[in-house]
Structure formats: structure tokens, C-alpha cells
């Protein structure tokens, strides 16, 4: 009788862990919006990462969607490998672009319609790189935010609150050509363990020429501090670029 009675105890045992890690944690609000800031710390501190970007600015008349992918290792150090696949639809013209980061140099290459130009140019890597990590700057500020609210269930937390317009550019994504931003409605999703960052959703009114229009973007975090494979460009690859200068000659 022992030994079924130990099989039992046994069983049980391993069903425990499994239970609990199905419980759904009693986060207060502070709480969770702490951890919220301390998976984008663990973001910003990521020294590899992969993510995908998708963005609509949407007026009267002018419609600019863009698709990204964006993989990076050995950030903040002149180490630096990444590689940017983009698809932007802008009105009725649609064009691709792949560009590559090496040893201070980025490799561009560029198709519309059916022109192709590969192009290569110099660009510091600290301003690449901030470039493409612009989607989320820092971490939000209590003092900036309202109407914060959370979801939570077994596996991950959603924060969703409201950014004040003045802090917009200091902490998420505004295009050079947008005149002034209204407030952002902001949801970040996070996983229980880490915790890790899972996605961020934006949504703001801006100004374009003068004309308002929303701005909406989503960013999926799919890797951080992960392996994250970029396969380097041969001599005879990067051969079949033309340098191009900052005045475009």
C-alpha cells in the first residue's frame, strides 16, 4: 500500500507548481504599472532584440502605412549588427526597403515600382540606433499619465492609460514632419516573468500641413536579450553599393 500511496503523494506534487503558476496575480494598480515600467527598463537595457512595427497615419486625403522589421545585437557598442525590412504605402505609391548596419556604415537597399538602388552611406551608430529604438524612449511617469486601468490574467498584465501631449516626443514616436500631437491613449503589455515586455499600442491626433490626423502604431516585442541571428554582408555584396553622401551626391 505504501508504494501507490507515494505514487499518489508524488502526483500531486507535480501538479502543484502547474497550479500555481495558472493563479492570476492580485496586482493593484500602482503595482502593476510599477512592473510595467520595470519590463520597458529591461527593454531599454536590451542588448538584442527583435520587433515588429506597424503604423498608420490616416487625414483627409493622405494615408502613410508602414510595416517594419527591426533586429539588433550588440547595442551600444561600435559592434553593432542590425538589419531593417520596411514596406511603406504611401496614398498610391508603395515602396520596400531593406538596410543593413555594419562598422558604421548603413546598406540600403531600395525598390519602387521596378527601380532598384543600392545605395550605402555613413551614419553614426549612436543615431542609428536611437533611430530605430524611438518606438519607446523611456519609462512613463506617474505625474504624466490618467485613467490608468489593468488587465490581468494567468500569463501577462495590460496598463492602458492616457500620456499628456507635452511628454509625447520625449518618450514615444512622433515623425519629424507632425506639427503638434494631442494626447496619446497608450497600452503596454507585459509577461508575469521577468517581468518581459510583450507589445506596446498607441493611438494619437496630430498635425500634418496644418491638417489633423491620428496617429496609430503597434510594436511586438519578440525577442529581447535573446540569440538573435544577422548574417554579415560579403565584400562582393557590399560592392554592389554606391556611397552616397549626406547632400545625396
Known sequence: ???????????????????????????????????????????????????????????????????????????????????????????????????????????????????????????ARVEYETLYRSFLKRTFQASDVRSVQILVDSEQCTVTFELAASVIEQTLFISNVMERVTFATVAVTFSHRGPTLLSLSVEYNAYINSTLGTETYEVVFSKLNRYVVIPTLSASEKATYTEQTDDGA
Open 1 to 123: 500500500m505504501k508504494k501507490p500511496l507515494l505514487a499518489l503523494v508524488l502526483l500531486i506534487a507535480g501538479f502543484l507548481p502547474l497550479s500555481c503558476s495558472n493563479a492570476i496575480p492580485d496586482y493593484s494598480v500602482d503595482e502593476a504599472f510599477a512592473l510595467m515600467n520595470e519590463a520597458i527598463t529591461t527593454w531599454l537595457e536590451a542588448d538584442s532584440f527583435v520587433l515588429d512595427y506597424h503604423g498608420v497615419y490616416e487625414a483627409t486625403n493622405y494615408v502613410n502605412d508602414e510595416t517594419m522589421t527591426v533586429k539588433m545585437k550588440r547595442t551600444g557598442s561600435d559592434g553593432l549588427l542590425a538589419t531593417v525590412s520596411m514596406t511603406i504605402e504611401e496614398n498610391d505609391t508603395s515602396y520596400q526597403t531593406v538596410n543593413q548596419y555594419e562598422a558604421g556604415y548603413v546598406y540600403t537597399i531600395r525598390t519602387e515600382n521596378d527601380t532598384v538602388e543600392n545605395i550605402k552611406q555613413a551614419y
